[in-house]
T-cell receptor
Framework: DQQVKQNSPSLSVQEGRISILNCDYT??????FLWYKKYPAEGPTFLIS?????DKNEDGRFTVFLNKSAKHLSLHIVPSQPGDSAVYFC????????????FGTGTRLTVIP | SQTIHQWPATLVQPVGSPLSLECTVE??????LYWYRQAAGRGLQLLFY??????ISSEVPQNLSASRPQDRQFILSSKKLLLSDSGFYLC????????FGQGTRLTVV
């Protein structure tokens, strides 16, 4: 059973526009959420995270929004750049600790120059 | 700074052959270590994690095993590979976030 879902397998955005990647979860016990970025043939790299006590966390061009009532989070990238083209994984944890990370299936973002 | 090394990058193995993937971490002591697998069309799945030498927790029953013979060394093994073992295997370390190695693309033929 997939507890973290990314329903859009792919997304294409024009350079300079906003990219919005979505993620839904089913476990109400999740209290820590992360986004990872993955290039082909490489391991995922940590991008940004948010605790359940917040509804927004911003880091440069990347902002993560959390809607606990809807069990939904999103990653906004603005402005999008061609180098942002990658697969983005959403992850969630029910306890503090990477041994409890549940990952989504990923969304492939393509930023068109 | 901490670095994580994982090898080999790609591997093609016949069904029934053994497997050994190695991962080492530098720049930190007593790290939590993890093996993940990404199968085609699926998310990252945690296979094993270790909080110390000789301490292995298995998350998913499977044809694989893990060992941690040294503090910063984590090994993923199999005695006999199955076709379903094909996938992208990732070693990671960390406490709250997971920091990943480059991954190994395993194809069982």
């Amino acid at each position: 059973d997939q507890q973290v879902k990314q329903n859009s397998p792919s997304l294409s955005v024009q350079e300079g526009r906003i990219s919005i990647l979505n993620c839904d979860y089913t476990n109400s016990m999740f209290d820590y959420f992360l986004w990872y970025k993955k290039y082909p043939a490489e391991g995922p790299t940590f991008l940004i995270s948010i605790s359940s006590i917040k509804d927004k966390n911003e880091d440069g061009r990347f902002t993560v929004f959390l809607n606990k009532s809807a069990k939904h989070l999103s990653l906004h990238i603005v402005p999008s750049q061609p180098g942002d083209s990658a697969v983005y994984f959403c992850a969630a944890s029910a306890k503090t600790g990477a041994n409890n990370l549940f990952f989504g299936t990923g969304t492939r973002l393509t930023v068109i120059p | 700074s901490q670095t994580i090394h994982q090898w080999p990058a790609t591997l093609v193995q016949p069904v029934g052959s053994p497997l050994s993937l190695e991962c080492t971490v530098e720049g930190t002591s007593n790290p939590n270590l993890y093996w993940y697998r990404q199968a085609a069309g699926r998310g990252l799945q945690l296979l094993f994690y270790s909080v110390g030498i000789g301490q292995i927790s298995s998350e998913v029953p499977q044809n694989l095993s893990a060992s941690r013979p040294q503090d910063r060394q984590f090994i993923l093994s199999s005695k006999k590979l199955l076709l379903s073992d094909s996938g992208f295997y990732l070693c990671a370390w960390g406490t709250f976030e997971a920091f990943f190695g480059q991954g190994t693309r395993l194809t069982v033929v």
